[in-house]
């Protein structure tokens, strides 16, 4: 099925993804393996497949030279995946801040604002979406390592925080986000008083949009297999774009897209449903942690 072209604004990496999921398509629709289809446009099979998996634009003579190869030329699959090729090379809006960032960084957002819906698991402290500005201001000011040479400054680091809310909560088409925290983080102070009750007000009204689900899992429940660390399952409502499951960790940061590790996460969030409260409960304990 040909991927959608108004899907390409999500960003320049969904973009990339979906070029390259229509080329696969018209390689397989020709029947011709990945190295014959390169030797027949002059090209390695490395760049090819570097195409076909969103790792690389092609360069406007490829371009045409796919285009002619398919026998596309003229037609709706021309255009659009013209259209991809162009958004694939457009800037995010990140990059009007001026914030230099991490490639790892960088990756999380272009996911984030091009999922339709965000699962995660956080151990420690309240998701960034969910983050009041003081909140995310103590959050990074004891979390920043003071050797960590890619780190943005403080301000920045809260600014970015600030615009990534902003990107997706007022979107056109808002993601479903679905955040679940051990009662741990509710009792851990972070900043002064008036920073976690700001924060507390914060999460408990967010968490009543249809959109935002928001769970506590408290003490009570005891062990469960995710409170060994934190993740992010992103979910995308856009062409054949596969799921992806961010890990991260103080030494550790991955991007998993295969279906195994991705299945193992979705398994460990479902069983997370089986422990936490729901809606109302996860709120009115919220409240209650105000002081």
Request: avoid cysteine.
């Given at each position: 099925?040909?991927?959608?072209?108004?899907?390409?604004?999500?960003?320049?990496r969904?973009?990339?993804?979906?070029?390259?999921?229509?080329?696969?398509?018209?390689?397989?629709?020709?029947?011709?393996?990945?190295?014959?289809?390169?030797?027949?446009?002059?090209?390695?099979?490395?760049?090819?497949?570097r195409?076909?998996?969103?790792?690389?634009?092609?360069?406007?003579?490829?371009?045409?030279?796919?285009?002619?190869?398919?026998?596309?030329?003229?037609?709706?699959?021309?255009?659009?995946?013209?259209?991809?090729?162009?958004?694939?090379?457009?800037?995010g809006?990140?990059?009007?801040?001026?914030?230099?960032?991490?490639?790892?960084?960088?990756?999380?957002?272009?996911?984030?604002?091009?999922?339709?819906?965000?699962?995660?698991?956080?151990?420690?402290?309240?998701?960034?979406?969910?983050?009041?500005?003081?909140?995310?201001?103590?959050?990074?000011?004891?979390?920043?390592?003071?050797?960590?040479?890619?780190?943005?400054?403080?301000?920045?680091?809260?600014?970015?925080?600030?615009?990534?809310?902003?990107?997706?909560?007022?979107?056109?088409?808002?993601?479903?986000?679905?955040?679940?925290?051990?009662?741990?983080?509710?009792?851990?102070?972070?900043?002064?008083?008036?920073?976690?009750?700001?924060?507390?007000?914060?999460?408990?009204e967010?968490?009543?949009?249809?959109?935002?689900?928001?769970?506590?899992?408290?003490?009570?429940?005891?062990?469960?297999?995710?409170?060994?660390?934190?993740?992010?399952?992103?979910?995308?409502?856009?062409?054949?774009?596969?799921?992806?499951v961010?890990?991260?960790?103080?030494?550790?940061?991955?991007?998993?897209?295969?279906?195994?590790?991705?299945?193992?996460?979705?398994?460990l969030?479902?069983?997370?449903g089986?422990?936490?409260?729901?809606?109302?409960?996860?709120?009115?304990?919220?409240?209650?942690y105000?002081?």
């Amino acid at each position: 099925m040909p991927v959608q072209v108004e899907s390409a604004h999500r960003g320049p990496r969904i973009s990339r993804l979906l070029l390259g999921l229509e080329f696969r398509r018209l390689r397989d629709e020709r029947g011709e393996q990945l190295q014959e289809t390169a030797k027949l446009l002059l090209i390695s099979s490395s760049k090819l497949s570097r195409i076909e998996t969103g790792q690389a634009v092609p360069r406007p003579r490829d371009l045409r030279d796919l285009i002619k190869h398919f026998g596309i030329e003229g037609t709706e699959a021309a255009a659009r995946v013209r259209a991809l090729a162009e958004s694939a090379m457009e800037p995010g809006w990140w990059t009007e801040l001026g914030i230099a960032m991490p490639s790892r960084l960088e990756t999380f957002i272009e996911y984030e604002n091009a999922a339709a819906e965000i699962s995660s698991h956080e151990p420690i402290v309240f998701p960034g979406l969910l983050q009041t500005a003081d909140y995310a201001r103590a959050v990074v000011t004891d979390l920043t390592s003071t050797d960590a040479i890619d780190a943005p400054p403080i301000d920045d680091q809260v600014a970015l925080r600030m615009a990534r809310q902003e990107h997706v909560f007022d979107a056109p088409t808002p993601p479903v986000l679905r955040t679940a925290f051990p009662e741990s983080v509710l009792a851990r102070p972070v900043g002064t008083t008036a920073v976690m009750n700001a924060q507390l007000t914060l999460l408990a009204e967010r968490s009543e949009d249809e959109n935002t689900h928001v769970h506590v899992i408290p003490n009570s429940a005891g062990l469960y297999r995710a409170m060994e660390g934190g993740f992010t399952i992103f979910s995308f409502a856009i062409g054949q774009v596969p799921d992806v499951v961010n890990t991260e960790s103080v030494l550790t940061n991955f991007f998993y897209t295969t279906e195994e590790v991705v299945a193992k996460h979705r398994a460990l969030f479902n069983e997370l449903g089986r422990k936490w409260l729901d809606r109302k409960e996860s709120r009115d304990m919220i409240m209650s942690y105000r002081r």
